[in-house]
């Protein structure tokens, strides 16, 4: 079994910002991430990071004791049973694509209050 996944340096620039910005762990904000990219309906199959020089993660830290849900979570994303080597690089993706999409929310909105209203409004 996979357990260590690593992001862009990118990625892991926005997640810093994020991080600080929030007054949130990182693994939270991957997290935040990871849902608000799943609430897109486009599969991430096709996503390439550009690099993979970010922060490496250990896949618990990441999901904790949730690993289960995060993953039925991603099947059902994908509509398909994933291995747990596909899981992976798809868990990896939808943090890229979602903290991408959240550093342009918080961008947009520069307060965490306002940020965090709006983040319990999207759909």
């Known amino acids: 079994m996979s357990s ?3 992001i862009s340096k990118k990625t892991s620039e926005q997640l810093n910002h994020l991080s600080s910005r929030l007054n949130l762990r990182r693994n ?6 990871i849902g608000r990219s799943l ?15 970010g922060y490496e993660f250990n896949r618990y830290t990441l999901t904790g004791e949730y690993d289960e849900i995060f993953k039925a979570l991603i099947n059902q994303h994908e509509r398909k049973k994933l291995s747990d080597r596909n ?6 993706n939808h943090i890229e ?4 999409i959240l550093y342009k929310e918080y961008q947009r909105i520069n307060s965490p209050i306002d940020f965090f209203s709006e983040l319990v409004k999207s759909k």
């Open 87 to 92: 899981y992976i690089t798809f868990l990896r």
């Open 39 to 53: 609430s897109k309906k486009e599969s991430v199959k096709n996503l390439k990071p550009k690099d993979n020089t």
């Open 28 to 33: 939270i904000v991957c997290r935040l991430a």
């Open 97 to 100: 694509r979602g903290i991408n």
């Open 4 to 6: 260590r996944l690593k």
